[in-house]
């Protein structure tokens, strides 16, 4: 008689659990990285990129411009390349209006598991509690930090094309900062994801210069992966741009080379599904302008490289598309061996397209943007002045020459 109670007990309270509707199960948020820069060492590693200076008892307005829609953000901040602990007194987002003016009625206090404050050891990133903002793509948002203590040479994207704000004291939140000086480099910050109401996946420009804008007009949002970003909207996907210039696939100088920060700047990313390579150029042109002359490489080595990149994506479940090598006729790496590389490389990508050992698809950047009369010179059109990087137009022309047709 017992069990008999028992069993009908069970009976009755499998039936309640199977009449609860289903969307009374808890959903997960979707996030999606909305903006990211790839960060590197404060110390320059070249001549043309100097040491960046310590802050201290100062306020931060890194202004960025996200890629797509959300209505819940939290950023991401990397002490990767710091010297020492890194010191975060406040934090702030907040939709930016104009110059280091910000809209404080939608400034929202940044919190790091609730606390206002948060030390970021020696090579570690945070993340920061999530608050309610709706985001829209192409409105500039604004990040303050207050850096209360000497942070040493900071963690940092150099060429940001992108004008940010440094004000003496504790200014968190302010409508407008006071006597505040202009950088052109993001610090400290990485990333600014969204919480998205559709599922949105994530489309990262891995590279050099070329994909970081070297070139392009400074806050104007005319790199090519703006443009690229510009062409897919509406289609739920975000463009992120983890150029860094200077950069190389197999060798240090200007950031990690290209093999070791694949993980971090394309493989974690929320939401990435894709990734479009254009890197290698300065592997093949700085050991004779940088006086380095032992790091010089053989195209088997940078293709061998390329496929690195192809195996570690596909690991992960994101289709990889490569790039061709942009001209460089004009520029300081124009030498015949160098051409001869440059040439070869891209036969390379040009032929091995969609076979298993090659990229999922190529983008022929090179014959988007050369000029047809002298083909190893880029066309002067697109042509920044350097001979090397494109200008607006010629960057516009390298996201039109990318077929859309690859992000489903």
Known sequence: MISTRLGAAVLAAVAALA????????????????????????????????????????????????????TRARVRLANTFGEHPLVIGAARLAKRTSGSAVDTGSARALTFGGRQTITVPVGAEVLSDPVDLRVSAGADLAVDLYLPQDTGVPTQHFDARQTSYVAAGNQVGAANLTAASTTTSWFFLSDVEVST?????????????????????????????????????????????????????????????????????????????????LIGINDIGLPGTADRPQEGITVDQLVQGYQQLVARGHEHGLRVYGA?????????????????????????????????DGFDGVVDFDAATRDAAQPSRINPAFDSGDHLHPNDAGYRAMAQAIDTRWFR
Request: aromatic content about 6%; cysteine-free; hydrophobic content about 35%.
């Open 324 to 356: 061709t090598l942009t001209a460089i006729a004009g520029s300081g790496y124009d030498k015949p061996a160098n051409e001869a590389k440059r040439q070869q490389v891209n036969a390379w990508l040009r032929s091995t397209a969609g076979h298993r």
């Open 19 to 70: 009449a609860v509707p289903a969307t009374a199960a808890p959903q997960r948020e979707h996030w999606v990285d909305t903006w990211a820069a790839a960060p590197q060492s404060g110390h320059g590693g070249i001549p043309f990129i100097p040491d960046a200076k310590p802050f201290a008892d100062q306020t931060l307005r890194e202004v960025v411009h996200p890629g797509t829609d959300g």
């Open 197 to 277: 109401q559709r599922p949105t996946e994530a489309v990262v420009a891995f590279g050099d210069s070329i994909t970081d804008g070297t070139g392009s007009t400074v806050d104007a949002n005319r790199r090519w992966p703006n443009y690229l970003a510009d062409r897919l909207a509406g289609r739920g996907l975000s463009v992120l741009d983890e150029g860094i210039a200077g950069n190389r696939l197999l060798h240090d100088i200007v950031g990690p080379n290209g093999l070791a920060r694949f993980d971090r700047d394309v493989l974690t990313k929320p939401g990435a599904r894709y990734a479009v390579v």
